[in-house]
């Protein structure tokens, strides 16, 4: 019989250096609009450092913030908030109770 290795990575989500899911996503969107965002204001004609500083400080940031969301949420977390927000809090019920308890028959039609 032939021995087989099995690829342990199949059904897993998308991990680099600790970032899984969405927050992969979520980096590298940041770490692209900034670049964006730099690449504009020098052809704006805004002064180099200035660009250098408000990059350096954005991809940062992005870096800083991403890593903290997974370490805080976890790989599914965002979904899950985002769920809990959209969930109602409470039910209201402005019917008066005996409506719910009456009965209802149905009638016969033959």
């Not at 899984?20 to 690449?39: C, D, P, S, W």
């Not at 250098?52 to 899950?80: D, R």
Request: net charge positive; glycine share 12%.
């Amino acid at each position: 019989m032939s021995n087989y290795n099995i690829n342990k990575g199949i059904g897993r989500t998308v991990e680099f250096n600790g970032l899984k899911a969405q927050y992969l996503f979520i980096f590298a969107g940041g770490l692209l609009g900034v670049l964006i965002l730099v690449m504009v204001m020098y052809m704006v004609g805004v002064n180099s450092y200035i660009c250098l500083v408000i990059g350096a400080g954005g991809a940062s940031l992005i870096i800083w913030q991403t890593f903290a969301l997974n370490g805080k949420y976890g790989e599914h977390g965002l979904m899950k908030l985002g769920a809990r927000k959209r969930h109602p809090k409470f039910i209201v019920c402005r019917k008066p109770v005996h409506r719910y308890l009456k009965l209802t028959h149905k009638s016969s039609a033959v």
